[in-house]
């Protein structure tokens, strides 16, 4: 089940994700279980993460940001142009602390 954010707390991540660099690309075999599996152990440990997905059409970029976004347990907060920041709390260190909102 996503995690359900409200705006204050979209804004404030938003702001966290700014400095970062994309960490995984998706390639052109486009969603797999490694890169899932990939995403997975980056969201554990950073929380925040931004992806860079490759693809020329705008319908089939924003599909594969979607299922990645499903199939991590992620929240999407932001996606501009190539790139989407994901968004999951660690179940061992929380290292993000969201406004109650």
């Not at 705006?7 to 052109?28: C, E, S």
């Not at 693809?55 to 990645?68: K, Q, V, Y």
Request: aromatic share 2%; proline share 2%; hydrophobic share 45%.
């Amino acid at each position: 089940m996503p995690i359900a954010l409200t705006n204050a707390q979209i804004r404030f991540l938003r702001g966290q994700a700014h400095d970062l660099k994309a960490m995984l690309q998706v390639g052109g075999k486009g969603i797999t279980d490694a890169l899932v599996t990939e995403v997975e152990l980056a969201l554990e440990h950073h929380e925040l993460i931004k992806v860079k997905v490759a693809g020329e059409d705008r319908e089939a970029r924003d599909a594969m940001i979607t299922s990645l976004a499903e199939r991590a347990d992620a929240a999407l907060v932001q996606r501009i142009g190539h790139t989407a920041v994901l968004y999951r709390p660690s179940k061992d260190k929380r290292q993000i602390v969201l406004l109650r909102g």
